[in-house]
C-alpha cells in the first residue's frame, strides 16, 4: 500500500501542479482538502479525472462515498486498490 500511496502523491502534484511539492511534503494521513493540503473543489475534479485515466476507478462526484475516499492519501489508496482487479 506505501507504494501507491506514494503513485498517489506525485499524482497529485503532477495533475495540480504542485511544482514546489515533493511526495515527502504530503502527509498520507493528512485531510487533503480545507486543512492539510488544502485542496478546493476544482482540484477534486482534476484530481478525480486523473485517478480514473491512471487507475481506471469509477467515482461519483454526487456520492458520499466518494468524498470519504477523497479525505486523505491513505483513503484514496484503499480505494483505488479496493477498486483494481485482483
Known sequence: MLVLEQEIKELIITALNLEDLIPDD????????????GLDSIDALELGLALQKKYRVSLSADSTETRAH???????????SAAQPA
Open 70 to 80: 477523497f479525505a486523505s492519501v491513505q483513503a484514496l489508496a484503499a480505494f483505488v
Open 26 to 37: 504530503i502527509d498520507s494521513k493528512a485531510p487533503l482538502f480545507v486543512d492539510g493540503l
